[in-house]
């Protein structure tokens, strides 16, 4: 291909290949295409599966395939990007000038052979006007092929006229020409650029990079995108990701001039490889609209103009602000340290536990914050006007913080029942948005309020929800949580850029850039570890605050010192501000002695002689058993193998020798040799089992790592191992998978771990003293589900955790890892006297995050080293291992690591261990599917004067009192009775669960009061009655009875009673 442009006022022509390159960060929905329909030129969209389609035809020579959209996108480039190219503008007139859409490119009927020979007549055109014109083929002064002469353009279309005469019409001819001209002297990347802010459409980011010129072209439509600068150092940073570009302007030195800006929605930049002066870098444009006369050359936005020394002096107000002296910006000067990203993260976890507490007290960083956001929730809450079919408020988030969320939506709702809340995946609450913007319907009201989470801040679906909240609410209802303060999501609620610019109470922050040497910087472990950790304790705290809020507004009858307004909300009627009280010393004991002993670590960042160091590495080396022994047997016989065939020295010969004498010997041997060198790595793989200690003929086989845990919990650790190992030599990596136990535990990894060996992880479920039911109705699921295919002998092998002194621990359970316990003394202390919330708080928000997520994440960085140990263990008694670790380690590959390290960079390679369920779907409460979640119960508010709300369940009816018609027993307060199916003798009952002192025995029948057929619930040691009538129940409902009494149709039903 023959490449003509402008080279110090000089014509060049140089034939080679050209390169167009594309980093594509989001979704492409479509784009707008301008073609000839009957004689005019229309512009039209056309979606990315028809743009595809499309441009396909137009280049039947490619190899790409498939229908992804980066494609679509490159194609588009290659389609546009035509300066000094004669094939590719043609290409572009022929089918935007010359060709009808309808009759022509839709039916197929073009010849592309065409195309090459006028390019060459076009290329050989070119060459002689070089030659015959001289300097007369450019106009003075010359900078690119847009200032070519008018005569080298006459004659230019002459030839081109006598070229294509013949094959085209002479009505199209004139378009034809005027637009390959247009092609060909100015499609350039400032063209290319200017076309995409103005004819793509999605949400996405998009870098163009190309051998035609030097230069980049940088264009954002929703995604984010951050642009920097040090001017001091001359360097430019620009990425997807704005943290990442804070993070590299703060690597210099500390008074270096570094400036940052983020490209706002349409907005495209140039990048200058070889710029005349520093001030000439970077030149940002806004969108282009349509109707813009693209022979003009388009002028820089006036707020995207870097400042001056003079412009700043003025105080001038530009879009680019100062990353140094900051105070939005926490001062970046840690060096990346790589192999430790991961360790050192679990280390500082207790530090920043305790900056996150110390984050919420007056003059914190999430103070203000926290106290707005308390503000607008009890507006909500204490409005009796509110509309009851919106929500009060929308959780939004992606991956693990979905999971994070949809825990916090539980525990909220449960102590504020009467607050409306939705924890969704942020690319349903933007498909809701656009539904309720275009069809009017949708539960997103104006007094609904949003907080989004994204530690990185450039989460695509989570961006995009943040703009459209703040369209449909306004900033000040939106807030985000993410690691800084000044980022994307924040720009997006109005957050000022210049250091002199208030802090907005819109953001929260989980500080998780923080560490206790006084340093701070970009985690690199973004995948698991302390970003969950942090991100979950700023949750924790939000819970915290609001039921404290809720409970002072309640004990002091002031609930209009909140908002200045007078209303009522319901509250957990059981919790008390002692409870608080008590939850905050387990939270002390919990952050500042067992989490340091899991970790190994105080707050101060100093290592401690921990009592669970000895347990967790034993169990690291348990689970790394199967993987080492591969590295151990795999080294034996390759040993084998080099002294048996490089060394001529195979075994039976070498015993056989003495006997070569007799006849037939030398043949057994040989015999014998080719068996052994057939049957040895799998008699070396029993021989190193047998020497460990494990079961010898057990299956050989890449191990599958089964989580059981609460859901949040399991896919976290699953995704954190997955990521963990992702670098592993194949044959040494175990499938991690969480049991979807709603669907099909089989489903996920039934297919590939029946070959090998199963572990089952869990964390049992006695965690505060208190049975929750449903974890153990999940555990019993995944064992049956795998009780028909035999592992390890019949059954898979289960490995739990649990704390010292509780009743799981059981000789008869040998593979439990027993962790140290502190909180002996405050269950002793609390028992009996505190709300059972306030133990699943205990138990769900500390405990959870203590034995649950960060003992997996010690325990599975523990085992990633011994792996990582016994595979160098190897490679260094190779001769030459250490050049050989110096010739990788210079190219990038640590042959001490080759595990690799829990970064997000290594999130593609784990997509086949997700199973992602659609929150549509499943209902964020019970994990049941939401249809019949649904069918069964109807959220409705409970009216102030009536007795109790009947809730039916999947597996049980609930009858919740009302605060004013709690029962007085002699034995206590009774304010809720679960209601189960009866078995045995009870059969065709409903029956109380037992175990309630309290409330005593409640059963339900069937029978007539006053002649009219109702549910009847009796007390059997009080005199106590209720009643609901059978016509009242919807018929989903009565389905419910009729499927629990095993009676044919509803007449039978009310016969029965």
């Known amino acids: 291909m023959m490449h003509h442009r402008v080279e110090g006022q000089t014509l060049v022509s140089q034939p080679g290949e050209v390169f167009n390159m594309i980093a594509h960060n989001g979704d492409m929905d479509g784009v707008y295409l301008e073609f000839t329909v009957d004689g005019e030129k229309r512009r039209h969209f056309f979606t990315q599966q028809e743009a595809r389609g499309v441009f396909l035809s137009m280049m039947p020579r490619t190899s790409s395939r498939g229908d992804s959209d980066s494609r679509s996108v490159a194609e588009w480039v290659d389609f546009i990007y035509t300066q000094g190219l004669s094939y590719k503008a043609l290409r572009y007139a022929y089918f935007t000038a010359a060709l009808d859409y309808n009759r022509d490119i839709a039916g197929g009927n073009f010849n592309l052979d065409l195309l090459l020979r006028w390019a060459?007549?076009?290329?050989?055109?070119?060459?002689?006007?070089?030659?015959?014109?001289?300097?007369?083929?450019?106009?003075?002064?010359a900078r690119s092929l847009a200032d070519l002469s008018a005569e080298s353009r006459q004659r230019l279309r002459e030839v081109l006229t006598r070229e294509v005469g013949t094959a085209l019409e002479a009505d199209v001819l004139p378009g034809f020409l005027a637009t390959f001209e247009e092609a060909f002297c100015h499609h350039d990347l400032t063209w290319v650029m200017r076309t995409a802010s103005r004819d793509l459409v999605g949400e996405f980011a998009l870098m163009v990079c190309s051998t035609l010129e030097p230069r980049m072209g940088v264009f954002s439509l929703t995604q984010a995108f951050?642009?920097?600068?040090?001017?001091?150092?001359?360097?430019?940073f620009g990425s997807a990701e704005?943290?990442?570009?804070?993070?590299?302007?703060?690597?210099?030195?500390?008074?270096?001039?570094?400036?940052?800006?983020?490209?706002?929605?349409?907005?495209?930049?140039?990048?200058?490889?070889?710029?005349?002066?520093?001030?000439?870098?970077?030149?940002?444009?806004?969108r282009a609209k349509v109707g813009d006369d693209f022979l003009q050359a388009p002028r820089p936005s006036p707020k995207a103009l870097q400042p001056g020394a003079e412009q700043r002096a003025a105080g001038v107000r530009s879009n680019w602000f100062a990353v140094n002296d900051n105070a939005k910006i926490s001062r970046i000067h840690q060096l990346p340290a790589p192999g430790n990203a991961v360790e050192k993260d679990l280390r500082e976890i207790p530090f920043v536990l305790k900056r996150v507490l110390d984050s919420f007290e007056p003059g914190g960083e999430n103070h203000a914050t926290m106290n707005h956001f308390g503000e607008l929730l009890f507006q909500n809450l204490l409005n009796p006007n509110r509309d009851p079919r919106m929500h009060d408020l929308v959780l939004y988030g992606v991956d693990f913080n979905q999971d994070l969320l949809n825990e916090f939506a539980i525990a909220l709702h449960s102590v504020l029942p009467g607050l409306r809340i939705r924890a969704e995946n942020s690319g349903n609450v933007l498909k809701e948005m656009k539904r309720t913007q275009r069809e009017g319907i949708g539960c997103y009201g104006p007094s609904t309020v949003f907080l989004g989470v994204s530690n990185s801040a450039q989460t695509q679906s989570t961006l995009a929800v943040v703009r459209k909240a703040r369209d449909l609410v306004g900033a000040e209802r939106c807030f985000v949580l993410s690691q800084s303060f000044l980022n994307s999501m924040t720009e997006a609620l109005g957050q000022g850029y210049q250091p002199d610019d208030p802090i907005l109470p819109n953001t929260f922050v989980n500080l998780s850039h923080l560490s206790p040497d006084g340093t701070s910087g970009r985690r690199r472990a973004e995948a698991a570890t302390i970003v969950v950790v942090a991100t979950q304790a700023v949750l924790t705290e939000i819970l915290i605050h609001l039921a404290r809020k809720a409970i002072e507004a309640y004990s002091t009858l002031s609930r209009e010192v909140l908002t200045g307004q007078s209303g009522d909300f319901e509250l957990r009627s059981d919790l008390?501000?002692?409870?608080?009280?008590?939850?905050?010393?387990?939270?002390?004991?919990?952050?500042?002695?067992?989490?340091?002993?899991r970790v190994g670590c105080n707050a101060a960042g100093e290592r401690?002689?921990?009592?669970?160091?000895?347990?967790?590495?034993?169990?690291?080396?348990?689970?790394?058993?199967?993987?080492?022994?591969?590295?151990?047997?795999?080294?034996?016989?390759?040993?084998?193998?080099?002294?048996?065939?490089?060394?001529?020295?195979?075994?039976?010969?070498?015993?056989?020798?003495?006997?070569?004498?007799?006849?037939?010997?030398?043949?057994?041997?040989?015999?014998?040799?080719?068996?052994?060198?057939?049957?040895?790595?799998?008699?070396?793989h029993l021989g190193v089992r047998r020497w460990q200690g494990r079961p010898v003929f057990e299956r050989i086989g890449a191990r599958a790592e089964v989580y059981i845990d609460r859901k949040y919990i399991a896919r976290i650790v699953e995704r954190y191992n997955a990521t963990l190992f992702s670098n592993m030599p194949a044959f040494l990596t175990p499938f991690f998978y969480w049991a979807d136990t709603v669907r099909d535990a089989l489903h996920r990894y039934g297919i590939r771990a029946h070959r090998g060996v199963v572990t089952i992880h869990r964390l049992p479920d006695e965690r505060m003293g208190i049975e929750e039911a449903n974890n153990a109705a999940e555990e019993n699921m995944v064992y049956a589900q795998l009780g028909g295919i035999r592992f390890n002998g019949g059954q898979p092998q289960s490995r739990d955790k649990v704390r010292q002194g509780s009743c799981y621990v059981s000789a008869s359970r040998p593979y439990q890892t027993v962790l140290s316990d502190s909180l002996a003394g405050l269950r002793a202390k609390y028992d009996g006297k505190l709300s059972p919330e306030v133990f699943r708080l205990v138990n769900r928000r500390l405990i959870d995050l203590c034995d649950g997520l960060i003992t997996e994440f010690v325990?599975?960085?523990?085992?990633?080293?011994?792996?990582?140990?016994?595979?160098?263990d190897v490679i260094r008694w190779i001769p030459g291992a250490s050049l050989v670790y110096e010739v990788f380690l210079r190219n990038g590959l640590d042959l001490t690591n080759l595990a690799g390290e829990a970064d997000t960079a290594n999130q593609a390679q784990i997509q086949s261990t997700k199973h992602p369920v659609s929150p549509l779907d499943i209902h964020t409460r019970t994990m049941v599917p939401r249809s019949t979640f649904d069918a069964l119960r109807t959220e409705e508010q409970a009216p102030d004067d009536s007795f109790a709300v009947l809730v039916f369940s999947e597996h049980h009816l609930a009858l919740h009192l009302n605060r004013h018609a709690m029962l007085e027993q002699p034995q206590g307060r009774v304010q809720e009775v679960i209601l189960k199916p009866g078995r045995g003798s009870e059969r065709g009952r409903l029956i109380s669960e037992t175990g309630d002192a309290a409330a005593g025995e409640f059963v339900g029948t069937l029978d007539r009061i006053d002649g009219e057929p109702c549910l009847v619930i009796r007390n059997k040691t009080a005199d106590l009655r209720m009643a609901v009538l059978l016509g009242s129940l919807n018929p989903e409902q009565r389905h419910y009875l009729l499927h629990h009494y095993h009676l044919g149709s509803p007449s039978h039903l009310e016969a029965a009673a």
């Open 576 to 597: 008390q501000m002692s409870d608080i009280k008590a939850f905050r010393e387990f939270q002390a004991a919990v952050y500042g002695v067992d989490i340091p002993n």
């Open 226 to 236: 951050s642009l920097g600068h040090n001017r001091t150092r001359g360097e430019i």
């Open 859 to 872: 325990i599975g960085f523990r085992r990633k080293e011994i792996v990582n140990r016994a595979l160098w």
């Open 120 to 141: 060459e007549a076009t290329d050989l055109a070119l060459l002689n006007l070089r030659k015959e014109l001289g300097q007369r083929a450019l106009a003075a002064p």
């Open 242 to 286: 704005p943290l990442g570009v804070t993070s590299a302007l703060h690597q210099g030195e500390p008074d270096d001039d570094a400036l940052q800006i983020y490209l706002e929605d349409g907005q495209y930049a140039t990048i200058e490889y070889r710029a005349a002066s520093p001030s000439e870098f970077i030149r940002i444009y806004d």
């Open 608 to 684: 401690i002689d921990s009592p669970d160091t000895e347990a967790l590495n034993r169990e690291a080396a348990a689970r790394a058993e199967n993987q080492v022994e591969f590295v151990r047997s795999y080294a034996i016989f390759a040993a084998y193998i080099v002294i048996a065939t490089v060394f001529g020295v195979p075994v039976f010969g070498l015993l056989f020798s003495p006997f070569d004498f007799l006849a037939g010997v030398g043949l057994a041997a040989h015999v014998l040799d080719a068996a052994l060198f057939l049957t040895a790595l799998w008699l070396i």
